[in-house]
């Protein structure tokens, strides 16, 4: 064994240093150890290392351990979720004291994502820790020395690191073996025959669900999809990472399918080629979208074939690359588990606070923004230009989200073409996507949740209320800092946070049917929701669904004249616009070149509950002038804003007047009338828990699975092939 000798040397334990050997003591009382004969009394702290690229599964080597501290660095400043274990592997314990005294990293010593093997046998402490490991856990990247007088270590760890390598690839070259001899005679009659039979009852189908620990809300909507599934009469099991800091490996998938032997994969967020190594084999792929991810929206790497099915929302980008896929969807609305949530609803929650809000998107909208900058790479255009672009037209965005029946994908377009510069007109579709779901849908989400959190802390530091933030990275926030309380599991602790607060915040540019929202009212919480008026429909919209004009060529006959317009028949759109856009004479009388046109609200029942929903949220619409309903000519002209009305997304809320908010203002009066009036708190909530149990449950989730499992064999069957 190769040790390192070390000159011994005492450094003061203060400031950094006494807070990461505590967090070492807690986790870690070998290592702790190796570190005292190194250890005295006062040190002064280094500054904060610069950001470093972190790898899924570092391992750093003796005299690269400098770089420790810049990679902790990188992994808090992430957006992401994961963490990524590092081990230090440093025979020299005064290095790694020096190391622990200037800089501060126990949250890692204590969160178990840095660990420590220090002292002679350093080397071989790691490769112990390693063996003990499961084999399909990520194979970790060596950060080798930059001395040459370390190179024997670092290569002892290479011996180490290349011997778990060799056996995973061997592992994972026969279960792909078997794996296919397994699969190779299901064809399209073998498929059609135990899908059948499954469905039927006859024989229950075995399912598996792949899931990430460190993606909270999407683990337990897993965890739930599982068991309405095994309640449907199946049976299955969740793939997820051996630990909290790893990721899924294709030895990982290889393992489970060879033990399950899975009639069907259902994979929240995921197509097939998640798993490229298994991704040949021929077994029904069942993709439930919940989220516009990127990865959803662009060509997938490995194409979809008949045995691939789609549920959840159906976002137009998904089918661009290939039509025959709609046959094999199924739409399905967000869901949410009540047995998860009820109990802590069933009696009133002790107050814990008038404010909550939880979320783990804490990084500022200028800080995200820098980030994204820094990742836009390898791109046609000047990315860091682009971005700058994008966040300076937030403000202009949001405006546009707040108007009655905004298209957001058409301001998407429009915003993304106008950052690109003079060649946004030419960029193509792909492209402008990506940077859409990449770029700017991100930041205006980011930017209305940290406006809406900043309404929240003014209002709660001017009223003496309490408000309370839970999830990652609030602490390091410093206007948010005063209320972080840090991550909150999913589960009963995020249902007692709900039903104890007197309002809990959501803000998106996303329609607020929302699995947050859901599982706060059946929590016995009241929800507070950023609204936008591109949640709902036009007043063009509501009017063409009360049969106030068509786009027909002959309109239908109406009993009598409707709304304000006294004609019998049903007004033609085109023949309005006419009418009203392009001056003409009518009967020797100069009319139309209008800039718009009236509709009386007291005439139209839609317009009327429109806008006393507005009233009660105490903005007022736009397009409301003295009691009319004012519209654009050109508007009319435009039948693709709406062909037929937008789908209600308030339904689920049933009071969007009640439980929404525009500005700060709003928020405030949402605030105190939960606060001061808890039986209309506890009306509010129960009547959307109501709607949301009766419509939203995982059971419609199974029962679309069992709809597109039955289109496999009745669509494209002939294309099932075996695996070559």
Known sequence: MITQASETRSIPARGPLRANLEALAAVDASTLEALRPFVGETTQAAGPPPPAAVPDRPVVSPGASARVASLIEAVRGSDSSFRPRVDVVEPDPAAAAELLAQHDLAEAIAGGWLRWSVGPNAAARFAERLADEPLDAMAPALLRPESSALLPVAQELEQTLAERSTAQTERLALLLSQLRRTYADRDAAWWRARLASGLSGREPLRAIVPTFRHAHFVHASARDLLGAWERAGHSGRLLLEGDDFSRLTALSWAEVIAQVEPDVILAINYRRDVAPETAALPIPWVCWVQDPMPHLLTPPKTPAGPLDCVIGHGYPELFAHDESQRARFAPTPVVVEPRRFERAG?????????????????????????????????????????????????????????????????????????????????????????????????????????????????????????????????????????????????????????????????????????????????????????????????????????????????????????????????LNAWDLWWWVAQPHEWFGYPVGGWSSIGFAVADS????????????????????????????????????????????????????????????????????????????????????????????????VVSAIGGVLCAIGAQDADRVRPIP
């Not at 009319?628 to 308030?650: E, G, K, Q």
């Not at 009036?677 to 129960?686: F, G, I, K, N």
Request: aromatic share 8%; proline share 7%; charged share 25%.
């Open 346 to 570: 069933s009696t009133e929650a002790e107050r814990l606070c008038e404010v909550a809000y939880v979320s783990n998107q804490s990084e500022p909208p200028e800080v995200m923004a820098a980030r994204l900058s820094r990742g836009l790479t390898g791109v046609p255009f000047d990315g860091a230009r682009f971005v700058e672009m994008i966040a300076a037209s937030m403000p202009e965005l949001r405006d546009g989200f707040a108007e009655d029946g905004a298209d957001a994908g058409a301001l998407f377009d429009r915003f993304v073409r106008e950052a690109l510069g003079p060649a946004g007109g030419r960029a193509p579709a792909g492209l402008v996507t990506m940077l859409r779901t990449q770029i700017a849908e991100p930041l205006l989400e980011r930017t209305l949740r940290h406006e809406a959190v900043g309404w929240a802390a003014s209002i709660c530091e001017r009223r003496g209320w309490r408000l309370v933030l839970r999830g990652r990275g609030w602490k390091r926030v410093e206007r948010f800092a005063p209320f972080a309380r840090g991550p909150v599991a999913h589960g009963d602790a995020l249902a007692e946070i709900y039903a104890g607060a007197a309002v809990s915040l959501h803000a998106s540019c996303r329609p607020p049917t929302h699995q947050r929202v859901f599982e706060c009212a059946v929590a016995g919480g009241l929800p507070a929701v950023r609204w936008l008026g591109a949640f709902q429909a036009s007043p063009e919209a509501l009017l063409a669904s009360e049969g106030v004009w068509t786009f027909g060529a002959e309109p239908p006959e109406l009993p009598g004249a409707r709304g304000n317009i006294h004609w019998e028949k049903m």
């Open 605 to 700: 029942p839609a317009l009327m509950a429109r806008v006393a929903e507005s009233q009660r949220r105490g903005d007022t619409p736009g397009w409301l002038e003295d009691g009319t309903a004012r519209i654009s000519p050109w508007v009319l002209a435009d039948a693709s804003r709406y062909p037929t009305p937008r789908a209600d997304m308030t339904g689920a809320l049933c009071d969007s007047g009640a439980v929404g908010f525009v500005d700060e203002p709003s928020l405030e009066r949402l605030i105190e009338r939960a606060v001061d009036r808890l039986a209309w708190r506890r009306a509010q909530s129960e009547a959307i828990a109501r709607r949301v149990r009766a419509r939203c449950s995982y059971e419609h």
